[in-house]
């Protein structure tokens, strides 16, 4: 039996037992049924609501995912770079990565009002130390003879070592980095939407549970679990397999 297959099977055994458990357990008044939440799925989509959430939700992502991309690739290559600034900045990194983004969302709020902005910021912060942290560690790694290497070979000290040679050394640990900062800024985005104004997933969060309509509160709840789940194995997951089996770190698969 292919995974596939097994993964079908399990989720129609939880289906069944969901809607078990509404017959049985009369879970009518606090959980929606099946038959409910595909409902509530196509009057979503039907009426364009849920559609017109997935977008403004995904091009907020979008834009903080790039920043915090940037951000935190830049910064961990100045942690690995110049050790002073990496026992003082890269020390309060540390720190700051324990800290939930929803942690930030009243400062946000301060700072920028209630738009676009704090959520961007919001789900930013939630991804860019992580991948600071993942690009300090590849670039760390990156064997001193290599690059002694790569100066006697005319690239200098500059950008140009940085794009043609420690970039590409470090790739394992950055592409590790994307993924797990891809799920941070998901959540994040989620936290900070139920603020927002507008369209957005967190924000159809926010109005569902103001109505009390848990079916549509679960179908986004599936929405926000199957886009990341899809972006993950089809994306992030492929490109880094491809990846590590070009760096030889583990075999291809047949």
């Not at 009057?43 to 849920?50: K, M, R």
């Not at 690995?80 to 720190?95: I, N």
Request: proline share 2%; aromatic share 14%.
């Amino acid at each position: 039996m292919t995974i596939a297959w097994r993964r079908t099977l399990f989720l129609v055994f939880l289906i069944a037992i969901w809607e078990l458990g509404y017959r049985v357990f009369d879970w009518g008044w606090k959980f929606p049924s099946p038959l409910q939440t595909a409902e509530a799925f196509v009057d979503g989509f039907a009426n364009g609501h849920l559609f017109g959430s997935i977008l403004a939700s995904m091009r907020r992502l979008l834009i903080s995912f790039v920043i915090s991309i940037l951000l935190g690739t830049g910064l961990g290559f100045l942690f690995a770079r110049f050790r002073f600034l990496d026992e003082t900045f890269g020390f309060l990194v540390v720190a700051l990565q324990t800290v939930p983004s929803i942690a930030w969302l009243p400062f946000a709020i301060i700072w920028f009002g209630l738009n676009d902005t704090s959520v961007i910021f919001i789900t930013a912060i939630g991804a860019t130390w992580t991948m600071s942290m993942a690009s300090r560690t590849g670039i760390a790694q990156i064997s001193k003879i290599h690059l002694r290497a790569a100066r006697m070979m005319g690239t200098g000290n500059g950008l140009k070592l940085f794009y043609q040679v420690m970039l590409p050394a470090a790739f394992p640990h950055l592409i590790t980095g994307v993924r797990v900062a891809w799920a941070f800024a998901w959540r994040a985005l989620t936290a900070g939407e139920l603020i927002g104004r507008g369209l957005g997933l967190g924000q159809t969060l926010q109005d569902s549970r103001d109505i009390g309509d848990t079916a549509t509160l679960l179908c986004v709840v599936i929405i926000i679990a199957l886009i990341g789940t899809i972006s993950d194995h089809f994306c992030f997951k492929r490109l880094e397999d491809g990846i590590m089996v070009r760096f030889g770190l583990h075999a291809a698969k047949n």
